[in-house]
């Protein structure tokens, strides 16, 4: 792929840089997800072997899953720390340093879900592992998708940030493969199956050798000339490099220093690009995307399908929502924001309330359950319009360098709390009102196009700075 003639546009390097990034960071995170269905019974029955063997006690089936429900949840806890800390980990080490700060608490995570099996056998040790695993994946939430976009030239910036999602779609795929029975989801090779994602890591921790630091980061550390040479190196022509290192020096300059957490919530002109931020990354996990993943099998069976039919039915699934998440590359750089965000919105509540009664009606017409496939179909084409991707770069569109970090962090920490809530909630909803648990979903997704259709400016081929001053009349922002 060659470099465009004005210096912007996608070249080589830039591409190279999106795929190493996603398959080494991005790739990991949504493996852990997609890895966790399959062997669920047999982690569960060497958990409470485990549980006896340390504490001489024998759990009921009840407790086990409470054990297995902690095992589980434990990912999101990591994540909510993860999220936390991610503010202070860019400011002080930068995208690259943090991204390879990942790699090394992924690697701790796949030591422990080694030595719980092999050397003791213990529950605690999984526990941790997939706490550590949870801590990387909010770091890659809030650093990847920043470090792509202040890569790429503005006109890419959607783009670039599609790779988060094509990344967690993709690893979810790769996951749900690995975990079959016909590979590592068996009772003698579980850990197998959970520790795979080291593989991808490792690839991007060689890759990383060859990762620049972002212009903007290196700027704002006044690394003025590092910044240059980074995107002489990106955009291969001088003039272009000098017109971008002299707008991100004009943004820079009487900016203030990298904005903590506490300094972001409190800075009232901000208020609204944060509700904005957050708003979508509460509405992404709270459109039923995890309530899909988590209990896909079991909405399959529910609707009558055997269980190894419901198997291959929810990987068919998880398929499409990667080769829908590709599309977002071409989606995000030829339509606006906007647009895109509001059907996607108003798409996923249509197939979500379709869905609720299409489950409900299932045993009475047997051919509803065929209904539902398509309507999941058509809930991940649509949820991979935007809501899908865009939760993950809009923050880098929205906001200046100084408080960038610190948003990508709360919208990463809003990510993982929603995550949290839906997997604690959704089957206690759907054991009270069964299917129309997924009316909440459908009610989320209105709120999001509501507030899309009031608040968003577009943020296609314009710059933060540009985009900034647009929300910092909070609630009384007018749209432009």
């Given at each position: 792929?060659?470099?465009d003639?004005?210096g912007?546009?996608?070249?080589?390097?830039?591409?190279?840089?999106?795929?190493a990034?996603?398959?080494?960071?991005?790739l990991p995170?949504?493996?852990?997800?997609?890895?966790?269905?399959?062997?669920?019974?047999?982690?569960k029955t060497?958990?409470?072997?485990?549980?006896?063997?340390h504490?001489?006690?024998?759990?009921?089936?009840?407790?086990?899953?409470?054990?297995?429900?902690?095992?589980?949840?434990?990912?999101?806890?990591?994540?909510i720390?993860?999220?936390?800390?991610?503010a202070?980990l860019?400011t002080?080490?930068?995208?690259?340093?943090?991204?390879r700060?990942?790699?090394?608490?992924?690697?701790?995570?796949?030591?422990?879900?080694?030595?719980?099996?092999?050397?003791?056998?213990?529950?605690?040790?999984?526990l941790?592992?997939?706490?550590?695993g949870?801590?990387?994946s909010a770091?890659?939430?809030?650093?990847?998708?920043?470090y792509?976009?202040?890569?790429?030239?503005?006109?890419?910036?959607?783009?670039?940030?599609?790779?988060?999602?094509?990344?967690i779609?993709?690893?979810?795929v790769?996951?749900?493969?690995?975990?079959?029975?016909?590979?590592?989801g068996?009772?003698?090779h579980?850990?197998?199956?959970l520790?795979a994602?080291i593989?991808?890591?490792?690839?991007?921790?060689?890759?990383?050798?060859f990762?620049?630091?972002?212009?903007?980061?290196?700027?704002?550390?006044?690394?003025?000339?590092?910044?240059?040479?980074?995107?002489?190196?990106?955009?291969?022509?001088d003039?272009?490099?000098?017109?971008?290192?002299?707008?991100?020096e004009?943004?820079?300059?009487?900016?203030?220093?990298?904005?903590?957490?506490?300094?972001?919530?409190?800075?009232?002109?901000?208020?609204?690009?944060?509700?904005?931020?957050?708003s979508?990354?509460?509405?992404q996990?709270?459109?039923?995307i995890?309530?899909?993943?988590?209990?896909?099998?079991?909405?399959f069976?529910?609707?009558?399908?055997?269980?190894?039919?419901?198997l291959?039915?929810?990987?068919a699934?998880?398929v499409?929502?990667?080769?829908?998440?590709?599309?977002?590359?071409?989606?995000?750089?030829?339509?606006?924001?906007?647009?895109?965000?509001?059907?996607?919105?108003?798409?996923?509540?249509?197939?979500?309330?379709?869905?609720?009664?299409g489950?409900?009606?299932?045993?009475?017409?047997?051919?509803?359950a065929?209904?539902c496939?398509?309507?999941?179909a058509l809930?991940?084409?649509?949820?991979?319009?935007?809501l899908?991707?865009?939760?993950?770069f809009?923050?880098?569109?929205?906001?200046?360098?100084?408080?960038?970090?610190?948003?990508?962090a709360?919208?990463?920490?809003?990510?993982?709390?929603?995550?949290?809530?839906?997997g604690?909630?959704f089957?206690i909803?759907?054991?009270?009102?069964?299917?129309?648990?997924?009316?909440?979903?459908?009610v989320?997704c209105?709120y999001?196009f509501?507030?899309?259709?009031?608040?968003?400016?577009?943020t296609r081929?314009?710059?933060?700075?540009?985009?900034?001053?647009?929300?910092?009349?909070?609630f009384?922002s007018?749209?432009k």
């Open positions: 792929m060659n470099q003639t004005d912007g546009g996608w070249c080589s390097i830039l591409l190279f840089l999106c795929i990034v996603t398959i080494g960071s991005v995170v949504g493996y852990c997800f997609g890895v966790m269905n399959a062997p669920a019974e047999f982690i060497w958990a409470a072997e485990s549980f006896n063997t504490y001489s006690t024998q759990l009921s089936d009840g407790q086990t899953t409470l054990l297995w429900a902690i095992i589980v949840s434990v990912f999101q806890i990591g994540g720390i993860g999220s936390l800390c991610a202070s860019n002080r080490f930068g995208r690259r340093g943090t991204l700060i990942t790699d090394f608490i992924f690697t701790m995570s796949f030591l422990l879900f080694l030595l719980c099996r092999y050397i003791v056998k213990s529950v605690e040790m999984l941790l592992g997939r706490l550590l949870g801590v990387a770091l890659v939430y809030s650093t990847q998708p920043m792509l976009v202040e890569l790429a030239p503005p006109e890419l910036s959607g783009s670039v940030g599609v790779f988060t999602c094509i990344g779609t993709g690893g979810v790769v996951g749900q493969l690995l975990s079959f029975d016909f590979v590592w068996t009772k003698e579980w850990h197998w199956a520790s994602f593989i991808f890591v490792w690839i991007g921790s060689l890759c990383s050798c990762y620049p630091e972002s212009p903007r980061f290196l700027v704002a550390k006044g690394r003025k000339e590092e910044a240059k040479m980074v995107l002489q190196h990106l955009r291969g022509l003039q272009r490099a000098e017109k971008e290192l002299a707008q991100i004009a943004a820079a300059h009487g900016a203030e220093p990298s904005m903590s957490i506490k300094d972001v919530v409190c800075n009232g002109k901000l208020q609204m690009a944060i509700i904005l931020v957050c979508f990354h509460f509405v996990q709270g459109s039923g995890n309530a899909i993943w988590f209990y896909s099998v079991a909405t069976t529910d609707a009558g399908f055997s269980t190894s039919v419901a291959w039915l929810n990987f699934l998880g499409l929502n990667f080769l829908a998440a590709l599309c977002g590359v071409v989606l995000m750089a030829k339509f606006d924001r906007r647009l895109m965000m509001m059907l996607s919105c108003i798409l996923s509540s249509l197939f979500m309330l379709l869905l609720s009664f489950l409900h009606f299932a045993d009475v017409f047997k051919w509803l065929y209904f496939i398509i309507l999941l809930y991940m084409l649509s949820f991979n319009m935007a899908g991707p865009m939760p993950y809009i923050g880098s569109e929205l906001f200046v360098i100084s408080p960038r970090a610190a948003v990508m709360l919208g990463s920490l809003s990510n993982w709390i929603m995550n949290f809530v839906i604690m909630i089957p909803l759907s054991d009270s009102i069964g299917s129309f648990a997924f009316l909440v979903f459908a989320i209105v999001g509501l507030l899309t259709y009031r608040y968003l400016p577009e081929n314009r710059t933060p700075e540009d985009v900034a001053p647009l929300m910092e009349n909070g009384k007018k749209i």
